[in-house]
Structure formats: C-alpha cells, structure tokens
C-alpha cells in the first residue's frame, strides 16, 4: 500500500458516476503530499458540482479519475473481503459477512455505508457485533462526555472492550440469531 497515494474502500457500486475507482468517500486514507493537496484542494473549490449532483463522493470520483492523468496520482481501491462496508452488508448471501458472523474472518475494518440514516447505521452494527460506545455515550457530543468522565478518561467511561450485541432484524446479518426479533424488509426470512 506504500505506493499509492490514496487508499480508498470500495463502494460497491458499478455505475458510471464512481468510475473507475469506485471509491467510497466514507472511509479513505489519503498521504500528505502535493498530488493529495492539490486534490482535494479541487474538492474544495467543486461546491458547484457537488451541489448540482447533490453527492461529494461524485464529485471526489472524478477528481480521482482527472488527477491520477492529470498529476500522476496513485489511487488503490481496497478489497472488499478485509475491507467491508454495507455494500457487503446489504447483499443477501454475502460471504464475507457470513465468515464475520461466525468468526472466520476479521476484517481490518467495516464502514457501515449504503444505509438509509444513522439510527440504521447503530442497529446494523449492534446486531452484527461491531459497536463498543456505551449507550450513555451514543448521543453525547465530546465536550459532554469530557465533562461527565471527569478524571475518568473517555475511552473507559464510554468504550467497551467487548462489542455490545443487540439484535434488531431477523432478516439482517448478526452475529447471534435474531430468530425473534421483527424483519425490516416485510416477508423477509431469518438471516441465519
């Protein structure tokens, strides 16, 4: 990975909007140098385009394409199987959730993306054993929960060691089955 100049999960989407990377614009590493500032320096000035789309990972998809001829940038889309995100997550059958589930397989991370708003986002990642923030902690802003740890530091006040489970969707991943629990999808079938 040393090589590239930016490093970006894939999105899992196939259209000709995020071609040719199709990078996803949640989770990306980007190295310090002039390719990368120049980059997203032009992000910064394609409000215009951005706006008209109405999508920011559009516009930074064409950027990519523009400036790895334009400057020489090196872009890397990483694998999908060590680097899942909810494209993965939504597709039925999926291998690599099914090896996440029962421990076959650690991914080095998962961005949960491709879902409808954040408060799916958290039960997706409850249920499938992915979430480590005390409730206490979920809606706190920093500066509040620095207040409240008081001398306690944050990362033991609101972090847990172990993920804490909660099911919600018999018809998502989980990492325990969820057999009791509603479907999201009307008529859908037990994940496990």
């Known amino acids: 990975y040393s090589k590239f100049d930016v490093l970006f999960q894939d999105d899992g989407a196939r259209s000709l909007r995020y071609a040719p990377y199709s990078a996803n614009s949640g989770f990306y590493f980007a190295r ?20 008209k789309t109405g999508s920011h990972q559009q516009a930074l998809s064409a950027l990519l394409a523009e400036h790895s001829s334009l400057t ?14 909810g494209w993965n997550y939504h597709r039925k059958g999926n291998p690599t959730l099914r090896e996440m589930m029962t421990n076959k397989h650690v991914p080095v991370i998962f961005h949960m993306c491709w879902t409808k708003n954040k408060d799916d986002k958290l039960r997706y ?68």
Request: proline fraction near 7%; include cysteine.
């Open 32 to 51: 310090q140098n002039s390719r990368t500032r120049h980059l997203f320096t032009s992000l910064l000035y394609s409000g215009d385009f951005i706006a």
């Open 72 to 85: 020489g940038l090196t872009v890397k889309t990483l694998n999908t199987h060590d680097f899942p995100g």
């Open 125 to 192: 990642l409850k249920q499938i054993g992915q979430w480590h923030v005390h409730e206490k902690c979920e809606k706190d802003n920093f500066v509040d929960m620095v207040d409240r740890s008081g001398e306690e530091p944050i990362s033991t006040s609101c972090c847990a060691a172990d993920p804490i489970i909660t099911c919600f969707y018999r018809d998502k991943p989980s990492i325990v089955p969820c057999k009791d629990s509603p479907p999201i999808d009307k008529g859908a079938k037990s994940w496990w």
